[in-house]
T-cell receptor
Framework: GAGVSQSPSNKVTEKGKDVELRCDPISGHTALYWYRQSLGQGLEFLIYFQGNSAPDKSGLPSDRFSAERTGGSVSTLTIQRTQQEDSAVYLC???????????????FGPGTRLTVL | QQQVKQSPQSLIVQKGGISIINCAYENTAFDYFPWYQQFPGKGPALLIAIRPDVSEKKEGRFTISFNKSAKQFSLHIMDSQPGDSATYFCAASIRTSGSRLTFGEGTQLTVNP
């Protein structure tokens, strides 16, 4: 499979617990994005990686949210002390940066559905 | 601040009909406007996209119309099919700012047989 993969596909946790969500981008894709899709709402940008650096983390809703990317590949989104309002589908997307100055299509993974009880 | 507004929220069309979804944006720095299609349990997938120097782009049954002065763009699905039933999102991005996508709220399209 050459697509973006995410794990776990579903995660149920209790309020106050920490969770880690994983994204495996398409091989060779240097750009990686995290979005959040809340029930009945559109997709909300969280953070953008170029390689291992995060030049835009302006969408992270609070300091409970953090993300890292290692080896220019796998990324982990961590939510500490989860709250019920964190319940959503967390989507990861990746794109190449082959075409400088052009729009490089973002390919999305299937998402991780997070439920905070 | 909602930078991309999408309507309608839901749309029901008969097979063979035309589905029309509209979006309006505020930030004139946006320079790329993609449409994404999402089926239940799946991530969004790029359907068609347009740049602001073009007023219309057609790919098969899907057409984007773009009005730069009005800051509006729309998706037309001709000869709509039951298999087109999905949620559609318009989006906008700025290529020089990492191309993060700003999405509309989504339109749930149902095409009845």
């Amino acid at each position: 499979g050459a697509g973006v993969s995410q794990s776990p596909s579903n995660k149920v946790t209790e309020k106050g617990k920490d969770v880690e969500l994983r994204c495996d981008p398409i091989s060779g894709h240097t750009a990686l994005y995290w979005y959040r899709q809340s029930l009945g709402q559109g997709l909300e940008f969280l953070i953008y990686f170029q390689g291992n650096s995060a030049p835009d983390k302006s969408g992270l809703p609070s300091d409970r949210f953090s993300a890292e990317r290692t080896g220019g590949s796998v990324s982990t989104l961590t939510i500490q002390r989860t709250q019920q309002e964190d319940s959503a589908v967390y989507l990861c997307a990746s794109s190449s940066s082959r075409l400088a100055g052009a729009y490089n299509e973002q390919f999305f993974g299937p998402g991780t559905r997070l439920t905070v009880l | 601040q909602q930078q991309v507004k999408q309507s309608p929220q839901s749309l029901i069309v008969q097979k063979g009909g035309i589905s029309i979804i509209n979006c309006a944006y505020e930030n004139t720095a946006f320079d790329y406007f993609p449409w994404y299609q999402q089926f239940p349990g799946k991530g969004p997938a790029l359907l068609i996209a347009i740049r602001p120097d073009v007023s219309e782009k057609k790919e098969g049954r899907f057409t984007i119309s773009f009005n730069k002065s009005a800051k509006q763009f729309s998706l037309h699905i001709m000869d709509s099919q039951p298999g087109d039933s999905a949620t559609y999102f318009c989006a906008a991005s700025i290529r020089t700012s990492g191309s993060r996508l700003t999405f509309g709220e989504g339109t749930q399209l149902t095409v009845n047989p």
